[in-house]
Nanobody, 119 residues
């Protein structure tokens, strides 16, 4: 009933920029938060950024000042603007949405999108 769709990944040179998009759709009663995790080769999955429906945000220390998360409550869409990309930003980026449907709150995940930063 809830679908999370991601887009925007790709190959970019170091110092460049990309914007990722993610939309949650379906029969959604309430969206509490949406955000992004990433997993680089050989590393654990880490939280990158999160935004609540009240527009509170939180970022990993490694991306503060470079990444910006924003959202549109009307369309349940979240964006991640990534500036000044570094080689260590290379990872699969996963979008998630915390939603309540029929009184049950669950976390729904996208399929992931690959971001590769070249030398």
């Amino acid at each position: 009933q809830v679908q999370v769709e991601e887009s925007g990944g790709g190959l970019v040179q170091a110092g460049g920029a990309l914007t990722l998009s993610c939309a949650a759709s379906g029969s959604i009663f309430s969206v509490y938060a949406m955000g992004w995790y990433r997993q680089a080769p050989g590393k654990q999955r880490e939280l990158v950024a999160v935004i609540t429906s009240g527009s509170s945000t939180n970022y990993a220390d490694s991306v503060k000042g470079r990444f910006t998360i924003s959202g549109d409550n009307a369309t349940n869409t979240v964006y991640l603007r990534m500036n000044n990309l570094k080689r260590e930003d290379t990872a699969v980026y996963y979008c998630y949405a915390d939603v309540t449907i029929e009184t049950i709150t669950d976390e729904y995940w996208g399929q992931g999108t690959q971001v590769t930063v070249s030398s």
